[in-house]
Structure formats: structure tokens, C-alpha cells
């Protein structure tokens, strides 16, 4: 078929622009978030599949974690030689500073935060992350040299190699460059800026490296094997090691021992103590669904379009019929036109997908490279997604048109059964979907504030948390005296954690069972700005005891009134005094599972006795001006940067998951009901043409053109409210199912429905008012002569 034989169907396009822009804009749309999310979901379904042994890494790991004790990987590897190497991995991603593995560095004259990265020597011939500089087997030969990343080099040292220049880190430590990596991407390890191996990981938490086994999951433990290897079968016998060395096990604190491969560690739910990347299958799977309906939307607006242009095709049809063409060239012809639109859209959309894309990618927190889709497998799948959606697309009206009868034209029945049959089920369909996103999306967003915004027990407005885990005491000192100097600070404490971040965790046994007890300490400004309210003081001199919450008291299974009591687990028996009882407050944040069951003590300490990990401020009057000025005294007086946050910011990032989840939904929801709008709006303009003789002839017999706008409108109403009837089964489903996942949620409240339900009403209505207003007050005579 040459150019020439689509002169008709471009006259067509040209002639009919609603339609043609319609079918462009709704399909190049929807094509856009197609592609944008096939190369979100092939990036995330691909994470390591570069890396070369990738089928021989094994992550060690138990029911609860996927990080274990630094020490126990040497253990195992002296035990069994089919194990080539283990290596064991820090990089604290976390955002809160006190926990993170974020550093002050000085660079050109100031101190900037970096985030650094403990791995063992062989890190580099176990994974295949690129080098743009340096030999894997001796980039961490030596103790003291260290790996940047391409970022941080152009940062650091521009225009030049750094391969040998020297690095302060660690309080003036001094390590030499000795390679460059690609900024590591697409891996369950994170990125960081530079690594160094395991031995320094003292200056960052002593624990890590020690022979005791003290920290039970600080460090991620990869083991390579040998090809072939089965490591699943040494698992019952290392349960048993481990009991004999590790006093995790001992106290039954982990059960299991467990080996993941590291190709699915990125889907793991198993939590990975914020040292790793990962990813919820769920949130992919929605993502493409989603996706999906959307492009379903732009599909079936085409397919309704064309079939309520096939009056306008059939005397076409019909013609080149009469001039010799056969029923399947005509079908042929049509499933060809609706191809080539498809192809047309798909570039519109692949324009617009290049241009969206690093806005796509911060609403999903990745970066969207466009060309992994640009593969010759990739590119075979997208000619054979075009046939596919085009063949679909022009299936129906392609049935149709093509079996046109000539009498049926000429008698104008063909148009008008055509328009009747399907146009009802497509709006109605139409509707159901954006019914179901709307409402999603307010669930969503409804859940969203309630969880972010839920009373924990404790103040945290206008309350900045400050870390100052690096800083010099004399640093500390200066900032304590002139920070109350500034006049929209209210109140100043010293902390070592606050209670968004848990504390520090305690192990031990108690009458017999496991107790997991958080640790937070602070100077009575501390509970002052934080409304920590003693209900019950035994007046103990200040920093002998402990402050616990009233819930605490059953969980350990003492009374309130106890004074002490000891731990009995053997490994280390200590007395703990108790201060008194406070009102019970939430660690972490309103969600949490894990910190709701733990007891809570709280140390009152004098000001200048408390090793400072965080200053924590009170701010009065504007809080970004107050933010400001107190950002600008740190640096001022530290000259490194600030990276102090309000508490509120830091709860509202803990819930980043379903704040991305929201945005997402009403992105979609957003483009569902602007494609469902513009369907709307062509069709209403096509139904509402075609029935302008029948409105003329009902004023001629006595009608009112504001009788005849309520009947036009009504008609389209009604297919709204047939679509919530359909919806509200769904909604309750999905709906009913996300929020059993938190333990804490909105109801499930029929002002969902209703909100739904009257907010596309309100579209569909304000979409064909305009049309049925122009066409109700028409004159009867223009609509009857034609």
C-alpha cells in the first residue's frame, strides 16, 4: 500500500482535527507513561544482572534481617573451602544523621558531607562494578587507600586523575586515592562516595569490628561460592555454630540461617537495616497496572472515536466497495490507518518521555535512562507493542466500517447504529476506571495525612534536630553558647537520639525472655522541648537511673513500683535503677511494628555530662527564617554543612514509600481524568450532532431549550452514575485490602464514595454542558432544512 492510497485517510485526519488531536494527544500520552514505566520496571527487574557471579553471591542472613555480625563471616569461611570469599559491606544510606554513614570532609577550604562506605579487599573481584581507574585485585590492598566515586572525583579533584592524591577522612586520617569507580547504579548496594576497607570501620561504630559478635546487624555479609555449590545445605549446620559463638542465637533472639541469592535481594522484604536498596514488587506490579489502564483509556477513546466516526467512513467504504475493493482489503486498510496513527503517537510519546523523564524519575526516586529500552531486543518488542496496540486499536472499527452495507449508508441507518451500540459501554467503562482512581487517590492521600500527622506521645513542631556525632567539643561548646543568642530560638538541649530515631538498642534476658529495650538520654531541656512528662519521680540523684514509659512496666514484668531490676541472661548482668515512670510516647513513627513492643528508658542527665550526639533546638516565630539562622551559626562556627532537619520533616521522609505512592496515584488519576475528559468532550460533540434533528423536532412540537439541556445532559449523567454503582464493589475491595497493611488507618469511609462518585460527575457535567447548551438553544428551523 503506497503514500498515495492514504491521501482519503489524511484528508479524513485533517478535516476531523478534534478527533485526530484527541487520538495524538490521548495515545501519545499514555504511550509516554508506557514507556517511562518499562524503563523504570526493566531497571528494576534487571538490578545486578551485571554483575558476573552474580549467580554464585550469597547474602547471609536469618528470619528478621539481611544484615548479620561483621565476625561471623570469617567463621564460616574457615569451615567450608567450597566458599571463595566473603565480603562484608556498610554503607548506611539512612537519612537521619545520627545513624548514617555520612561524613564531614574538608574540600577547598570547607567541610562538606560525604557518605562513606566500609567493604573488605576483595570487593571489587566479587562484584563487577566498573573502574575507571585502578586494578580490582589492589584498589584496597593497603589500609589506607580508598576508592572515590566519578562524582565525587569531579568534585574533588576537576580536570585532573586523582589516582594518588591524598584524602583526609576521619578527623584528618589521611588515605591516598587509589581508584575510580562508576558511581555504583542498578545494584541492591548503594551508591556512596567513597569506600575504605573494613578496618577503619572503627572510626564509624566500633562494634563492627569486634571479636565479641557485639553488633547483631551491622554489617552485610556476601559470600561467593564455588559454581555448582548448594550453600542452602550447610544452613542447618551453621544454626548450630551459631549457637555455640554468636549470642544472638544463644538468647533465641534469631532462630534461622538463611542464604539469599543476590539476585533477589532488591524484591526482599527482609529488612536490611537501611544498608541496602530495595523495592517493593508490589509497588512495580501497581505501577504497571496503572500503566496499563491508562493506556486502555487511550485505546478505548480511539476505538470509541472511530466508531462514532464510521458514518463519516462508510460512504468511503462503501465507494471504493462499489469500485472493486473486497471486505478484507477494506479491513486491511483500516487495521493499517489505526498501525500508522499508533506509530505516530509512539513517537510523540517517545519525545515526550525523553523530555519527562527526570521529573518521572524524582516522583519514583530513580534514575530513567531511556536507552535500556533502546536494544535490538528492546526495539523488537516496541515495533511488535505497535502492531499489537494498533491491530487492537482498529480491530473493532476496522469490523465494522468494513462491513458497511451501501443501502445502509445511503439510508444514514449504518450511522446511527454504529453510534448507539458501543458508545455506551466505552463511556461507562471510562468511568468506572476514573471512579476507581479518584477514589484511590483520596484514600491515598487521606491515609497519607492521617499516619504523617498522628499523635506519637510527644512535641514535634518546630523542633530541629541537630547532629553533632563529628563535631569537636570546642565546636560543641561555642554552638551551646551562641545558638540561644538568636532570638527565634526557644529552648536547647543535648541529646544522644531522639525518639523518632529508636535510640540505641539493648539485648538481654529478663525472667526468662528476650527483651529488646531502647536507650534514649538528654538534660531536662530535653524533656522540657520534647513534653516528656514525668508521672511518677523517685527523686534518684540525677544520671543513677532510668526514666521508663508506663507501658514499659508490663512488658518487663515488673511493677511501677520496683526500684530496680537486674538482668539474668548470664552474658552481661546488670542492674538498672529506676527514676520513675513517663507517659508513654512511640518511638520511630505511628506505623512502626518492631519499636512499638520494645520498653523505653530515658536518662535524665546533667547538661555537661552528656556526651553530645545532637543538639535539639526550639524555634519560635517563622520556622524557615528561624531554620536559616540557625543553619547559618552551625556553619558559621563549624564550617562544615548543615545538615540539621526539623523532626516533623524527618517523619513526614519515614512514610517517603506512601508519599511517592500518593503523588504517583494522583498523577495517573490526574491523566485518566483529563484523557477520559477530552473522550467525553469528542463524543458528547459527535451524539449531541447527531441528534440535532430530533432536538429540532421536539421544539417545533413545544420544547424549551432549557428542557432539552436537561435531556442531553441527563443522558450523560446517567452513565456516571451506572459507573459508580459498578465502582463501588471495586473501591471497597482495593481499598479495603491497602489499608489492612497498616496498623494504624483511616476508616473506610462512604465519603470516599461519594467524593469519587460527585467529582466526576462535576467533570462529565461541566465536559458536555457547554455542547448541550449550544445545541438546545440552536434554531429548530437550521436543523430541520438540513
Known amino acids: 500500500m503506497t503514500l498515495f492510497s492514504f491521501k482519503s485517510y489524511i484528508n479524513f485526519l485533517s478535516r476531523n482535527k478534534l478527533y485526530t488531536l484527541i487520538d495524538l494527544f490521548g495515545l501519545g500520552v499514555s504511550l509516554m507513561f508506557v514507556i517511562l514505566i518499562a524503563v523504570y520496571t526493566k531497571q528494576e527487574l534487571s538490578t545486578d544482572s551485571f554483575q558476573k557471579n552474580g549467580d554464585d553471591i550469597y547474602l547471609l542472613t536469618n528470619e528478621q534481617f539481611l544484615a548479620s555480625s561483621y565476625r561471623l563471616g570469617d567463621k564460616v569461611k574457615e569451615r567450608y573451602p567450597q566458599i571463595r570469599s566473603v565480603c562484608g559491606i556498610v554503607i548506611n544510606k539512612s537519612d537521619i544523621p545520627s545513624i548514617s554513614s555520612t561524613f564531614q570532609v574538608p574540600l577547598n577550604g570547607q567541610k562538606i558531607s560525604i557518605n562513606i562506605g566500609f567493604v573488605d579487599s576483595v570487593f571489587f573481584q566479587m562484584f563487577s562494578f566498573p573502574l575507571l581507574e585502578g586494578q580490582?585485585?589492589?584498589?584496597?590492598?593497603d589500609k589506607m587507600s580508598c576508592v572515590i566515586s566519578e562524582s565525587y572525583a569531579n568534585r574533588a579533584f576537576p580536570g585532573k586523575n586523582p589516582i594518588g592524591e591524598r584524602l583526609p577522612l576521619f578527623e584528618g586520617q589521611i588515605f591516598t586515592v587509589s581508584g575510580v569507580m562508576k558511581n555504583i547504579a542498578n545494584s541492591c548496594i548503594p551508591y556512596t562516595d567513597v569506600l575504605v576497607r573494613m578496618d577503619n570501620a572503627d572510626n564509624y561504630n566500633p562494634s563492627i569490628i569486634s571479636d565479641a559478635f557485639d553488633g547483631a546487624t551491622n554489617t552485610i555479609l556476601a559470600f561467593q561460592v564455588q559454581p555448582g555449590f548448594d550453600i542452602h545445605r550447610i544452613e542447618p549446620e551453621l544454626k548450630n555454630l551459631f549457637k555455640q559463638i554468636f549470642w544472638a542465637y544463644q538468647t533465641n533472639i534469631f532462630k534461622e540461617v538463611h542464604f539469599m541469592p543476590l539476585k533477589k535481594v532488591h524484591f526482599s522484604s527482609i529488612d536490611a537495616t537501611d544498608m541496602l536498596?530495595?523495592?517493593?514488587?508490589?509497588?512495580?506490579?501497581?505501577?504497571?497496572?496503572?500503566?496499563?489502564?491508562?493506556?486502555i483509556f487511550a485505546v478505548l477513546n480511539y476505538i470509541n472515536l472511530t466508531v462514532a466516526q464510521a458514518g463519516f467512513r462508510a460512504k468511503e467504504m462503501a465507494t471504493r466497495m462499489l469500485l472493486g475493493s473486497s471486505r478484507k482489503e477494506l479491513f486491511l486498510r483500516l487495521i493499517l490507518e489505526s498501525t500508522c496513527l499508533t506509530l505516530i503517537a509512539f513517537l510523540i510519546g517517545l519525545m515526550l518521555a525523553d523530555l519527562f523523564a527526570p521529573m518521572f524519575g524524582n516522583l519514583l526516586q530513580s534514575k530513567l535512562f531511556l536507552s535500556s529500552i533502546l536494544t535490538p531486543l528492546g526495539i523488537i518488542f516496541i515495533i511488535v507493542g505497535i502492531v499489537f496496540i494498533g491491530a487492537i486499536s482498529g480491530l473493532l472499527p476496522a469490523t465494522i466500517i468494513s462491513s458497511v452495507k451501501s443501502i445502509d449508508v445511503v439510508r444514514g441507518i449504518f450511522r446511527r447504529q454504529t453510534k448507539m451500540v458501543y458508545s455506551k459501554v466505552f463511556i461507562t467503562f471510562q468511568h468506572i476506571i476514573t471512579i476507581v482512581m479518584i477514589a484511590a487517590s483520596i484514600t491515598m492521600i487521606w491515609q497519607t495525612y492521617y499516619i504523617v500527622h498522628a499523635p506519637l506521645g510527644y512535641k514535634t513542631d518546630n523542633i530541629i534536630n541537630i547532629f553533632t556525632g563529628d563535631l569537636g567539643e570546642n565546636d560543641v561548646r561555642l554552638l551551646r553558647q551562641e545558638l540561644p543568642k538568636i532570638p527565634a530560638v526557644k529552648d536547647l538541649a543535648l541529646a544522644q537520639a531522639i525518639p523518632f530515631e529508636g535510640g540505641s538498642n539493648s539485648t538481654?534476658?529478663?525472667?526468662?525472655k528476650n527483651i529488646y529495650m531502647q536507650f534514649l538520654m538528654g538534660d531536662s531541656a530535653y524533656f522540657r522541648i520534647?513534653?516528656?512528662?514525668?508521672?511518677?519521680?523517685?527523686?534518684?540523684?540525677?544520671?543513677?537511673?532510668?526514666?521508663?514509659?508506663?507501658?514499659?512496666?508490663?512488658?518487663?514484668?515488673?511493677?511501677?513500683?520496683?526500684?530496680?531490676?537486674?538482668?539474668?541472661?548470664?552474658?552481661?548482668?546488670?542492674?538498672?535503677?529506676?527514676?520513675?515512670v513517663l507517659n508513654d510516647f512511640r518511638l520511630v513513627n505511628i506505623t512502626d511494628t518492631i519499636y512499638a513492643k520494645h520498653p523505653i528508658a530515658v536518662q535524665l542527665l546533667p547538661t555537661d555530662s552528656i556526651p553530645p550526639m545532637q543538639i535539639v533546638v526550639s524555634v519560635q516565630g517563622n520556622p524557615y527564617n528561624a531554620y536559616d539562622a540557625v543553619k547559618d551559626c552551625f556553619e558559621k562556627i563549624t564550617r562544615q554543612q548543615f545538615q540539621g532537619k526539623f523532626v516533623e520533616q524527618q517523619i513526614r521522609d519515614s512514610y517517603s514509600e506512601e508519599l511517592q505512592m500518593s503523588r504517583l496515584m494522583v498523577f495517573f488519576a490526574i491523566i485518566a481524568i483529563i484523557i477520559s475528559m477530552l473522550g467525553l468532550l469528542a463524543m458528547s460533540t459527535y451524539f449531541i450532532e447527531q441528534r440535532s434533528q430530533e432536538i429540532a423536532i421536539r421544539k417545533v412540537f413545544g420544547s424549551t431549550s432549557e428542557e432539552m439541556m436537561r435531556r442531553l445532559v441527563k443522558q450523560f449523567l446517567i452513565y456516571v452514575l451506572v459507573a459508580f454503582l459498578i465502582a463501588c464493589p471495586i473501591i471497597w475491595y482495593l481499598a479495603h485490602h491497602w489499608l489492612a497493611s497498616y496498623s494504624y488507618h483511616i476508616p473506610l469511609s462512604p465519603l470516599i464514595f461519594i467524593a469519587a462518585a460527585l467529582f466526576c460527575l462535576l467533570v462529565a457535567f461541566l465536559t458536555v454542558f457547554f455542547q448541550s447548551s449550544q445545541a438546545a438553544k440552536a434554531n429548530p428551523a437550521d436543523k430541520v432544512k438540513n
Open 136 to 141: 580490582a585485585a589492589r584498589v584496597l590492598s
Open 277 to 295: 536498596n530495595q523495592n517493593s514488587k508490589k509497588f512495580v506490579i501497581i505501577l504497571l497496572s496503572v500503566g496499563l489502564l491508562i493506556l
Open 508 to 512: 538481654f534476658q529478663l525472667h526468662g
Open 530 to 580: 520534647f513534653g516528656l512528662k514525668i508521672l511518677k519521680d523517685n527523686h534518684l540523684n540525677s544520671g543513677q537511673g532510668y526514666f521508663f514509659t508506663r507501658s514499659s512496666f508490663p512488658i518487663l514484668g515488673i511493677s511501677e513500683d520496683a526500684p530496680a531490676f537486674t538482668t539474668d541472661n548470664g552474658r552481661k548482668t546488670r542492674k538498672y535503677l529506676i527514676s520513675g
